[in-house]
């Protein structure tokens, strides 16, 4: 009897400590790591705003068309787009009252064909345009005329770009000094830009454009 009671304290002491045991090992286990997503898995995206819809590009609005100048009369000599002969220009091509459309093969001008969309402005009509096909210089890729002192430069013009208003430059054409400066209106092939520069001296004068190609319709110079 004394050996069985001795056994069976034994027993439950071990019970005991082993219960005590597992305890502590609950107790200490670590949390649970939320297992990484498998290699063939694709991880959730949080979706993407949605994009706004891309604003329209302005358009310039082109100046108020300067009816005075259109219908003012002067004694003088004009160079209009009508009486050219259409076709690409590559070299230096006289017309009538001293005009010259100065080209080059490198630098070329073209008098294109708009009788199926033509312009009106005032009592005038305009089949046909000069385009300066890119941006010249005193030198080339120009209009030269004479002009005396007193004279009016009237353009009738336009950039060719539905947007972006252009300069057109009134030059000195020997000594390439600027006299004055157009600002061809966007939208040149619809909305002309018609103005003025006035002459100090005698001379030979020349236009040209810059910042890309612009539309010339007709040039007035005279008083």
């Known amino acids: 009897m004394k050996k069985i009671k001795v ?7 071990t019970a005991l400590l ?4 597992s305890c502590s090992k609950a107790e200490q286990k670590p949390a649970p790591v939320p297992a990484a997503p498998a290699a063939n898995e694709t991880p959730a995206k949080t979706p993407a705003p949605t994009p706004a819809p891309a604003a329209e590009e302005p358009v310039a609005a ?3 068309l300067n009816m005075e100048l259109v219908n003012k009369q002067i004694e003088g000599i004009y160079l209009s787009a009508n009486d050219l002969e259409v076709g690409v220009l590559t070299a230096v091509t006289p017309a009538e009252d001293g005009f010259s459309l100065n080209a080059s093969e490198e630098k070329t001008l073209e008098v294109q064909d708009i009788t199926k969309d033509p312009v009106t402005v005032g009592d005038d009509t305009f089949t046909k ?4 096909k890119g ?3 005193a030198d080339l890729r120009n209009i030269s005329f004479p002009a005396k002192e007193g004279d009016s430069i009237i353009v009738y013009c336009g950039s060719s770009s539905k947007s972006d208003a252009r300069p057109l430059h009134v030059v000195d054409f020997e000594s390439g000094e600027e006299i004055g400066t157009i600002t061809m ?12 520069v006035k002459v100090s001296k ?3 004068y020349c236009v040209y454009s ?11 110079v005279g008083k």
Request: hydrophobic letters at 35%; aromatic letters at 6%; charged letters at 15%.
């Open 129 to 132: 345009r000069i385009t300066t």
């Open 62 to 64: 082109a100046p108020a």
């Open 210 to 220: 810059t910042s890309g190609a612009g539309y010339i319709y007709q040039i007035k």
């Open 202 to 204: 005698d001379g030979t």
């Open 18 to 21: 082993l219960a005590v045991s």
């Open 185 to 196: 209106g966007a939208n040149g092939s619809k909305d002309i830009t018609v103005d003025e």
């Open 135 to 137: 941006s010249g210089k």
């Open 7 to 13: 056994a069976s304290a034994f027993v439950a002491t």
